[in-house]
């Protein structure tokens, strides 16, 4: 337990759309706490830039490749006993992505019943612990495009301005449903990473969030 009452062996999921800034926050709090962090990997995505010049063709590559890829982050979390950040959630893979894709027609029927039944086996595994907190980054529209722009993944940057938008309409809604786990929202006007006050008022919220959830659970069965 560190001075933020966070335990050694948590979990903290950073959540929230593309471009946003969950790696940045993640690497900032794995720093301040010294935890390890579970990273998403876009430099080395065999898939990640033909699905973006192709939604149809390579959706259900790309999400059997991401399940993939976060099963194995799972279970190395897992087996190292927690005390890590982790960019991006695997509630989101499923409840946006591949759900966006099926609902406007980039996925089959049959692809996204066959990636939620393969996402649900996998679920069902010891590897799967909810997170003790999902941290939830939120902002405008145009200030997320902003910063996909200047972060400059030319993929993202010639991706019509649509999908940011149905995507960022989803994932107020999808947050606002969300209960597998206690949620800290926090807003991208709210704070700096590289302001300690900053990172330490969020620190404090992290621990108050993982507390209260404890509390909450204690003498049930
Ligand atoms: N708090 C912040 N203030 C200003 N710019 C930020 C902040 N967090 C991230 N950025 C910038 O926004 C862009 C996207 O951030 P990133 O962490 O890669 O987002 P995500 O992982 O959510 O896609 C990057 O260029 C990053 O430097
Ligand atoms: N499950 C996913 N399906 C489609 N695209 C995805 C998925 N997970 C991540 N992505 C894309 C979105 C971005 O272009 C990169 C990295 O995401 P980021 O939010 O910048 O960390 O991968």
């Not at 149809?56 to 890590?84: D, N």
Request: hydrophobic residues 35%; glycine residues 6%.
């Amino acid at each position: 337990m560190n001075a933020y009452n966070i335990p050694d062996n948590a979990i903290i999921t950073v959540a929230g759309t593309v471009g946003v800034g969950k790696s940045t926050l993640t690497a900032a709090l794995a720093e301040q706490l010294n935890f390890q962090t579970s990273l998403e990997q876009v430099d080395h995505n065999p898939y990640l830039e033909k699905f973006y010049h192709d939604f149809e063709r390579w959706s259900f590559h790309l999400q059997i490749y991401f399940l993939a890829e976060r099963f194995k982050e799972q279970k190395k979390m897992f087996e190292l006993g927690g005390g890590f950040v982790q960019d991006r959630s695997i509630y989101e893979d499923t409840g946006i992505f591949a759900k966006m894709h099926a609902d406007q027609g980039t996925m089959s029927k049959t692809d996204y019943d066959t990636y939620t039944s393969l996402y649900e086996a996998m679920v069902m595994t010891p590897y799967f612990p909810h997170p003790d907190v999902l941290i939830y980054i939120e902002g405008s529209l145009p200030s997320i495009l902003t910063r996909i722009n200047e972060r400059g993944r030319e993929m993202e940057i010639q991706t019509d301005v649509s999908y940011w938008e149905h995507m960022h309409g989803r994932y107020s809604q999808w947050i606002s449903e969300f209960n597998a786990c206690p949620v800290l929202r926090l807003n991208i006007d709210d704070y700096d990473v590289n302001d300690p006050a900053s990172m330490s008022e969020i620190l404090k919220q992290v621990g108050a969030a993982i507390g209260r959830a404890t509390v909450g659970t204690q003498g049930k069965l």
